[in-house]
């Protein structure tokens, strides 16, 4: 909706104080973005930002209002437009929040997990379930964030008569017709707002008066029972206020209705999953809304009847209780001409005793018990006492603080981990912990959402019987959230949050080694990319295993950090899954198996390059051939000898010569034997080809320099064919 009314100008002073808040917010933004969370930067920034907050509050709440590229203070607009507020405005109004309020105990932390979020997309916010959703994960008393419904914007501009139609006729259809969420969601808005709701009510009196009574009372009962399972099923959080508002509105009913709104407590068309909606309504309702219903009914009445006792009866059991009420109703009836007949308190005794079976009349004067009901009333405006010092009041804030909470969270948690005996149990705590460890991840808090894993983990290993329910929790993490951002928290993590989340990957099983390598294929960060191959070396044969999978992936990426995993766990299992590999038609994947094969250094994997070399062609076999040519690394040495030993070398001469080149660097028996191959073949019909190896050879017996490499060239002077003896010869002058 538009707002037409244009706001108040805020002073210069206020307008100054304003700016000053917007560009510590950007700055503080751009800090947590790009610096890991222990930068001294973050810190900095922050306490800047918590200070502008409290001189623009002045130590109080204050609220911005969102629009597009605006923001208003308080429904105030600064007096000069400035390019911080409009950026601010900018990144708020993209994730669709409407309304922003910043209370004094708005902490560095709070602010930094605000921020978290509001650096991430709105896209994924949205499918995180929404910043306000999110946030309140967060644990916020001190930022309240109020989204832009922009469904609810769109019905009001098209018209609410439609849906209200729609929700009247679904109601009266009885619980055989099922509620859409879309209805739902329109339902629930109405109820949220009171012009909107009366005029709801007032359609569904209408339209259920040829049926009475309770034909209105089943159609209401309806609608409860549906949004009581919808908000079940959706945001329990708002459970009880929607309730409260249908007891409310219930106790509008005439006294019949009420009755027979009563009489359906206990019974199938009150029950909403485990939830007595009748009973729930009872309990919420005002004890200034059942007073008027007493007051009201008496006066229509003239005295108390059975319907009105049996109906005060179940409304408020508590005898107490009853006692207030009824001094509040009291009150009401004595303001109407009935209060000013001369048997008013004949009669008001009278309806004392019908109501309720006790009555303290003997013992508390009717003033007494008329001012102790109507004190209650009158609670004393704590912020307005000023006799608690500032640093009580400063560590009482601390508790409430965000992180206070948060912390509050994380100790109920991990204690029901640990008192909960029943398996069963423990599983749902599991599932519980494991959900909420996700959602703090969404906004940001690694550190505690590991800890929480990790406590799974811990608290399962003590007990044989839970340890079959730990497994699908933390297999959660596979799926969810902390391994889609884990590679960005190991870039700073400290030493000890990154062992703590290798025992959490290594307790939740191989289920988390896809998920481990598609992160390490798409990080840039040496220091995480390590981190998460340790982790995922740790896993072993079974690593291995599951890592073999990941050679069809789609992703070129997560192919080529298979291969590359591969070649790290080293052995000769899963070799041949590198074959297809060899001809990816990305070069990087290629490259990657290639190296896998080289440095595995076995003469499996040696035979299947050779094998691939010389069965290949075009751009595959030019791609393998420099792979080899360029490749200096003293590990693939054994591949070289391989080469050497069974390598044609009129096919691939310059992968030939390399290899007799790069031996020079191993100081092997394997590598003397393989030059001493290549020193005695020879090709008639290629004698400067045969000259030029035979010599490069004995440079590389030379340069290995070992007593068998200095042996075999004087074995190879004397006894050798005569090319080979005058090689040999010539690098043993130079080394005497």
């Not at 070398?649 to 031996?663: D, G, I, S, T």
Request: aromatic content about 4%.
């Amino acid at each position: 909706m538009a707002e037409t009314a244009t706001p108040s100008p805020l002073s210069p002073d206020v307008t100054a104080k304003f700016v000053e808040f917007a560009r510590a917010c950007k700055a503080a933004a751009r800090a947590v973005a790009l610096y890991p969370g222990t930068h001294p930067a973050i810190g900095v920034s922050l306490s800047r930002l918590v200070q502008s907050a409290q001189r623009l509050g002045d130590n109080a709440p204050f609220t911005l209002q969102v629009r597009a590229n605006s923001l208003l203070l308080n429904g105030g607009a600064a007096v000069r437009p400035d390019p911080a507020i409009g950026e601010l405005a900018e990144v708020l109004y993209r994730h669709t929040i409407g309304a922003f309020t910043i209370n004094p105990a708005a902490d560095a932390n709070s602010w930094r997990t605000l921020l978290l979020l509001l650096a991430r997309t709105p896209e994924e916010v949205r499918s995180d379930g929404g910043m306000a959703r999110l946030w309140a994960t967060a644990g916020g008393p001190s930022l309240d964030i109020v989204e832009i419904d922009y469904a609810e914007v769109l019905r009001e501009k098209e018209g609410q008569a439609a849906t209200i139609d729609e929700i009247i006729e679904a109601a009266i259809a009885g619980p055989q017709v099922k509620i859409d969420d879309t209805a739902l969601q329109a339902l629930l808005a109405i109820v949220g707002e009171p012009e909107k709701f009366k005029q709801l009510l007032e359609q569904l009196e209408s339209a259920t008066a040829a049926g009475g009574i309770d034909a209105k009372t089943a159609a209401f009962l309806n609608l409860v029972r549906n949004l009581t399972e919808y908000l079940a099923r959706t945001n329990p959080d708002q459970l009880d206020g929607m309730l409260k508002q249908m007891g409310e509105a219930a106790a509008s009913f005439s006294l019949d209705g009420i009755v027979a709104l009563l009489k359906q407590r206990d019974r199938p068309p009150a029950i909403a999953g485990t939830t007595d909606v009748v009973a729930a309504m009872s309990e919420r309702m005002s004890d200034e809304s059942i007073a008027h219903v007493v007051a009201e009914s008496v006066i229509t009445e003239r005295g108390a009847t059975g319907r009105l006792a049996h109906a005060f009866q179940a409304l408020v059991p508590e005898h107490d209780r009853q006692r207030q009420l009824l001094a509040l109703a009291e009150q009401e009836v004595e303001q109407s001409d009935m209060g000013k007949e001369a048997s008013f308190d004949e009669l008001w005794t009278n309806v004392e005793g019908m109501l309720t079976s006790y009555t303290d009349a003997a013992y508390v004067s009717s003033d007494y018990g008329r001012e102790l009901s109507s004190a209650r009333t009158r609670a004393v405006d704590v912020e307005r006492v000023g006799d608690d010092p500032p640093e009580r009041m400063a560590g009482w804030l601390g508790t409430v603080s965000d992180s206070a909470l948060r912390t509050l969270d994380y100790q109920l948690l991990v204690d029901l981990l640990t008192i909960e005996e029943d398996p069963l149990r423990w599983r749902d705590v599991a599932q519980t912990v494991a959900t909420h460890a996700d959602d703090l991840v969404r906004v940001g808090h690694f550190e505690q959402a590991w800890l929480l894993a990790e406590a799974v983990a811990d608290r399962s290993a003590a007990r044989p019987d839970r340890q079959p329910h730990a497994t699908p929790a933390l297999e959660q993490f596979a799926r969810g959230s902390m391994l889609k951002h884990a590679a960005v928290q190991l870039r700073g993590t400290s030493d000890e949050g990154y062992e703590r989340f290798k025992r959490i990957c290594h307790a939740a099983g191989t289920a988390i080694v896809a998920p481990l390598a598609e992160a390490l294929s798409s990080e840039q960060d040496a220091r995480a990319r390590r981190r998460l191959r340790d982790i995922l070396l740790g896993f072993g044969a079974q690593g291995r295993e599951s890592v073999q999978k990941l050679m069809n992936a789609p992703n070129w990426e997560v192919r080529r950090t298979a291969a590359f995993l591969l070649r790290e766990f080293g052995g000769t299992e899963g070799l041949k899954e590198l074959i297809p590999l060899l001809t990816d038609t990305e070069p990087l994947v290629q490259r990657e198996a290639v190296q896998g094969l080289i440095m595995n250094g076995s003469e499996a994997a040696s035979a299947i390059l050779l094998r691939a070399l010389t069965t290949a062609s075009g751009r595959t076999r030019e791609t393998l051939a420099n792979e080899l040519l360029s490749t200096k690394d003293e590990r693939a040495a054994p591949l070289y000898g391989y080469l050497v030993k069974h390598m044609k070398r009129a096919a691939f001469p310059k992968v030939y010569a390399a290899a007799v080149e790069a031996l020079a660097t191993s100081k092997t028996p394997e590598a003397v034997q393989a030059l001493k191959v290549a020193i005695h073949q020879g090709e008639l019909w290629a004698p400067i080809r045969t000259r030029r190896l035979r010599a490069l050879a004995a440079t590389s017996l030379r340069a290995i320099g070992t007593p068998e490499a200095i042996d075999a060239l004087r074995e190879i002077s004397d006894r050798g064919p005569r090319g080979a003896r005058a090689a040999a010869k010539a690098q043993l002058e130079l080394i005497e």
